[in-house]
């Protein structure tokens, strides 16, 4: 298919928001431009998409490797009791008992669970040492997005001397 975009996405293709937007963002190797995407559809596990503008071969293959984003304004509404992670980086983590743990940098999966990658207002992080808290119902005791806020059920001391 002449032109057209393979895309791998990082959950069933089926279920991806890319389907059926009218414009992407693709980021990468000095790239940050906005797609006119004018069809994409479901091919096997990837999406395929024809892009307006791009008709050749060599133009598709100049844009491997990139990052396809989307508008956080297109997303559908999250069901309830679900978040979207990047609604999640900004919010202050606190325990029961008000401590400030951190504010949420990113949201990362390491295999099992995601995790919360924290960092202490005015603390500069070195890159080594991480404020990790895993992000599952166990530990994360109440997520508040209008409120800006996250409970958890962690301590302060539990990342001394790493």
Same mark, same amino acid.
Request: glycine content about 12%; some cysteine; aromatic content about 8%.
């Given at each position: 298919?002449?032109g ?5 996405? !990082? ?9 059926? +937007? ?16 004018? +069809?994409a559809?479901v ?6 998409a024809?892009?307006?503008?791009l ?6 293959? #100049?844009?491997k ?7 956080r &304004?297109? !997303? ?16 202050s ?5 008000g401590?400030l ?6 949201v990362?999966? !390491?295999? #099992? ?16 040492? #991480?404020r ?5 119902? &166990?530990?994360?005791l ?7 806020r996250?409970? &958890?059920?962690? +301590? &302060? ?6």
């Amino acid at each position: 298919m002449r032109g057209w975009l393979r895309i791998v996405p !990082f959950n069933d293709p089926r279920d991806s928001i890319l389907i059926g +937007q009218p414009g992407w963002w693709l980021r990468g190797r000095g790239i940050c431009r906005l797609l006119e995407i004018e +069809q994409a559809r479901v091919h096997g596990d990837e999406i395929v998409a024809k892009v307006g503008g791009l008709d050749d071969r060599d133009s598709a293959e #100049a844009l491997k490797g990139c990052e396809v984003l989307v508008s956080r &304004a297109a !997303f559908p509404g999250a069901a309830p009791g679900e978040v979207y992670w990047i609604d999640l980086i900004g919010c202050s983590v606190r325990n029961p008992a008000g401590e400030l743990l951190g504010v949420v940098a990113s949201v990362e999966e !390491f295999g #099992a669970d995601p995790v919360l990658r924290l960092d202490l207002p005015g603390e500069a992080t070195d890159g080594k040492s #991480a404020r990790l808290i895993p992000l599952v119902p &166990a530990y994360v005791l109440e997520v508040d997005l209008p409120g800006r806020r996250i409970v &958890a059920d962690w +301590q &302060a001391d539990y990342w001394e001397g790493t």
